[in-house]
C-alpha cells in the first residue's frame, strides 16, 4: 500500500515537472478527435495545446504564460487559418455541400405540404419543406424528391408525380 502511494507521489511530482507531457497529450488527443469531426476546430485547438507545450519546455513554471500562448494560438487560428482553410476546401474540384447533396434526394412528406409548408424526412433528418408551385398538396406518407434548397426550406416535388 505505502508503495503504490509512493509511486502515485512520484507520478504526480514527474508530471508536474513536465506539464509538457499534459500539454502533448491534450494536444494528440485534440487531433484524433478533429480526424473524427473534420470541422477544422479541433485541429486549432491542438496547435494552441501545442504552442502551451513548447512554453510548458521553455518555462516550465509559468503556467499563466502557458495558457495564455496556448489560448492566443488557438483563438488566432481560428480566427484567421480557419476560414482560409475552409474557403480553398470549398473551392476544391467535386466540393458539394451537404445542403447540394440534397437537391435530387428522396424521401417522405411527414406532414401535408403545401407551398405555405410542411416537413419532410430525408435521410433520417426532418426538413421544413414547400411545394415548387402554388396549389400544389402532397400528402402526408406520400415520397418526395427535393429539386432545390431556399434557405433552410426544401423545394419538393411528388417522386412518382409530374414535374410542374
Do not use: C
Not at 60 to 74: F, I, M, T
Not at 88 to 98: A, F, L
Not at 101 to 125: C, F, H, W
Amino acid at each position: 500500500m505505502e508503495r503504490r502511494r509512493d509511486m502515485e507521489i512520484n507520478l504526480t511530482d514527474w508530471l508536474g515537472e513536465h506539464i509538457w507531457v499534459i500539454w502533448l497529450s491534450v494536444a494528440a488527443l485534440l487531433a484524433v478527435a478533429e480526424i473524427l469531426s473534420l470541422d477544422l476546430v479541433l485541429i486549432m485547438l491542438a496547435a494552441g495545446a501545442l504552442a502551451g507545450a513548447g512554453v510548458a519546455l521553455i518555462a516550465p513554471d509559468l503556467w499563466w504564460l502557458q495558457l495564455l500562448v496556448a489560448a492566443g494560438v488557438s483563438i488566432g487560428s481560428l480566427a484567421l487559418l480557419r476560414p482560409t482553410l475552409l474557403d480553398k476546401v470549398r473551392r476544391m474540384p467535386g466540393y458539394r455541400s451537404s445542403t447540394d447533396t440534397m437537391v435530387g434526394s428522396t424521401g417522405t412528406a411527414v406532414s401535408q405540404i403545401s407551398y405555405d409548408g410542411g416537413e419532410i424526412k430525408v435521410a433520417g433528418l426532418s426538413w421544413s419543406a414547400r411545394t415548387m408551385t402554388p396549389g400544389q398538396v402532397i400528402d402526408k406518407g406520400d415520397e418526395v424528391e427535393v429539386y432545390e434548397i431556399d434557405g433552410a426550406i426544401a423545394v419538393v416535388y411528388p417522386k412518382h408525380g409530374e414535374l410542374p
